[in-house]
């Protein structure tokens, strides 16, 4: 929309979470908002999130969106480095059927938000994001509208 190169950073803790984040890519896609999005785990490497996470404001990211499944806590490492908004999606994965996802994304310290949608909620993800970012951009608030 207003601004060039992505918006909305999406990080997935494993490739075999990318296939539930389809739905959230389609949807930004389908109102215009450009986004990135690649696998870094939290368990295998946590400096390569913790990175991401701490550059993402410079590189002009403005909203963060964060899936993982099997108790993975992502999103909340992510939140710990950034100022910027960060939306959590638990994923269904296990024997928990993606209970353990919702609560590591859900249950956040105080002065550590996480956002957090449904177990396998990217389209809510994308619709949040959408949200956040129509504050500042008229064109994406009025795309939003006449969605709606």
Request: one cysteine or more.
């Amino acid at each position: 929309m207003a601004n060039s190169g992505p918006q909305v950073g999406i990080l997935v803790g494993s490739d075999s979470d990318r296939e539930v984040m389809d739905k959230c890519t389609a949807r930004l896609e389908e109102l215009g908002v450009e986004y990135e999005i690649e696998t870094r785990s939290v368990h295998e490497s946590p400096e390569s999130v913790a990175e991401y996470a701490g550059t993402a404001k410079d590189r002009g990211l403005k909203v963060l969106i964060c899936a993982s499944g099997m108790a993975a806590h992502l999103a909340g490492a992510v939140a710990g480095r950034t100022t910027l908004p960060v939306i959590g999606v638990p994923i269904a994965a296990g024997a928990l059927g993606g209970f353990d996802s919702l609560l590591s994304t859900v249950q956040m310290p105080p002065g550590v938000p996480v956002a957090t949608v449904a177990v396998d909620g990217s389209t809510n993800a994308a619709v949040l994001a959408a949200r956040i970012l129509a504050l500042s951009d008229d064109e994406l608030s009025h795309t939003l509208e006449e969605r709606k």
